[in-house]
T-cell receptor, first 114, second 112 residues
Framework: GAGVSQSPSNKVTEKGKDVELRCDPISGHTALYWYRQRLGQGLEFLIY????????KSGLPSDRFSAERTGESVSTLTIQRTQQEDSAVYLC????????????FGPGTRLLVL | GDSVTQMEGPVTLSEEAFLTINCTYTATGYPSLFWYVQYPGEGLQLLLKATKADDKGSNKGFEATYRKETTSFHLEKGSVQVSDSAVYFC???????????FGKGTTLSVSS
């Protein structure tokens, strides 16, 4: 595909359940970012992957959040024991290399925790 | 800490009106500045950017000038169209490869 894709587009879950969100970056993009956008708020940085380097996890809000990336392709963001405050749109972005200014965003996954 | 502040919306304009969306930032240093746009049902797209003081970014009739003295990066367009209706986000970043810091977004609604 031409752009960043994310799945699912919408996810409704019950409080306490685990969820997995997927991001497929643009082919060849070595840098991948996850952001969260809660209602009425700006985007918050969560985690950043660059090639085979250790990820920058400084934005993860709690140890219930984790993310993995397989090489320079797919990434999954996992939220364990979801809480209502986790409800948000989760956005993934990729860029061609570390020194690229432009990040290309996916359409997001809208998560609702009941 | 570093932050971005945008004017609160929604901004409602008639077609062909002049648009200004204010953006100011707080940062220790000289970041690159960006405007992103999110059209209904679509992902965020880079609209324009400026990487140093006095640079002007422009795209699709939109402009913004990096003003170091006022720490601002206001978005302007001389004549908006209905198709410009979207959410606009101002953002900063200190170096490529780091995360963007976003404002809360401003919703623009243009009617014919």
């Amino acid at each position: 595909g031409a752009g960043v894709s994310q799945s699912p587009s919408n996810k409704v879950t019950e409080k306490g359940k685990d969820v997995e969100l997927r991001c497929d970056p643009i082919s060849g993009h070595t840098a991948l970012y996850w952001y969260r956008q809660r209602l009425g708020q700006g985007l918050e940085f969560l985690i950043y992957f660059q090639g085979n380097s250790a990820p920058d996890k400084s934005g993860l809000p709690s140890d219930r959040f984790s993310a993995e990336r397989t090489g320079e392709s797919v990434s999954t963001l996992t939220i364990q024991r979801t809480q209502q405050e986790d409800s948000a749109v989760y956005l993934c972005a990729s860029s061609l290399r570390r020194d690229q200014e432009t990040q290309y965003f996916g359409p997001g996954t809208r998560l609702l925790v009941l | 800490g570093d932050s971005v502040t945008q004017m609160e919306g929604p901004v409602t304009l008639s077609e062909e009106a002049f648009l200004t969306i204010n953006c100011t930032y707080t940062a220790t240093g000289y970041p690159s500045l960006f405007w992103y746009v999110q059209y209904p049902g679509e992902g965020l797209q880079l609209l324009l950017k400026a990487t140093k003081a006095d640079d002007k970014g422009s795209n699709k009739g939109f402009e913004a000038t990096y003003r170091k003295e006022t720490t601002s990066f206001h978005l302007e367009k001389g004549s908006v169209q209905v198709s410009d209706s979207a959410v606009y986000f101002c953002a900063l970043r200190f170096q490529a490869g780091t995360a963007l810091i976003f404002g809360k977004g401003t919703t623009l609604s243009v009617s014919s």
